[in-house]
């Protein structure tokens, strides 16, 4: 199962907003529902923001939205904030009965 | 509180054995499904197995043939049994918690145990 594939660095201003791409097959992104995305910050775990491609948990703010279309699933962060900046990862059930992570994105706030 | 400690990480050398233990609080493990997901040092997350409310299992192929997956009920503890270990299984492994009705919905996680393979 091959990696999805994810903007390699994405970057932007205080108060803009950003969207990262995340293109994958109709054996995973294309077929299913169930695309989430993860924050990471350095030296930490990961952190769920969105599951079900636009569903937000509790306590992750609504300046994150997900969307997707076809084969590809996008994340939007609106109001960039300093906090925002790490890694961020989308992932996505397969027709395997498995898991694909995409090859995740450095989120730069300028 | 909803805790989840990974422990059993280390330095193995190449063709080695280790067994990785994540010791769950505040919910029951063997009512939920149980991932681990691994990442290699500077690289992206990879997910490498998980089991079932079940017990049924299943691998990345990756690591299909070489890991094994249980847990032990009594102790609400999740294993993940790895063999002929190679370099590139060397990586930081975290235990999730995927949600049986949301599919790739990992939450939450643990604070991850390293595992080098190396001579």
């Known amino acids: 199962q091959s990696a999805l594939t994810q903007p390699a660095s994405v970057s932007g201003s205080p108060g803009q907003s950003i969207t990262i791409s995340c293109t994958g097959t109709?054996?995973?992104?294309?077929?299913?529902?169930?695309v989430s995305w993860y924050q990471q910050h350095p030296g930490k775990a990961p952190k769920l923001m969105i599951y079900?491609?636009?569903n937000r948990p509790s306590g992750v703010s609504n300046r994150f939205s997900g969307s997707k279309s076809g084969n590809t699933a996008s994340l939007t962060i609106s109001g960039l904030q300093a906090e925002d900046e790490g890694d961020y990862y989308c992932?996505?059930?397969?027709?395997?009965?498995?898991?694909?992570f995409g090859t995740g994105t450095k989120v730069t706030v300028l | 509180e909803v805790q989840l400690v990974e422990s059993g990480g280390g330095v193995v050398q190449p063709g080695g054995s280790l067994r990785l233990s994540c010791a769950v609080s505040?919910?029951?493990?063997?009512?939920?499904?149980m991932s681990w997901v691994r990442q290699a040092p500077g690289k992206g997350l990879e997910w490498a197995s998980v089991?079932?409310?079940?017990?049924?299992?299943y691998y990345a192929d990756s690591v299909k043939g070489r890991f094994t997956i249980s847990r032990d009920n009594s102790k609400n503890t999740l294993y993940l049994q790895m063999n002929s270990l190679r370099a590139e299984d060397t990586a930081v492994y975290y235990c999730?918690?995927?949600?049986?009705?949301?599919?790739?919905?990992?939450?939450?996680w643990g604070q991850g145990t390293l595992v080098t393979v190396s001579s």
């Open positions: 109709s054996s995973d992104v294309g077929g299913y529902n169930y």
């Open positions: 079900d491609v636009s």
């Open positions: 999730v918690r995927e949600s049986s009705s949301s599919w790739s919905k990992f939450d939450p």
């Open positions: 089991i079932n409310s079940d017990g049924s299992t």
């Open positions: 992932s996505s059930y397969t027709s395997s009965r498995s898991c694909v």
């Open positions: 505040g919910f029951t493990v063997s009512s939920n499904y």
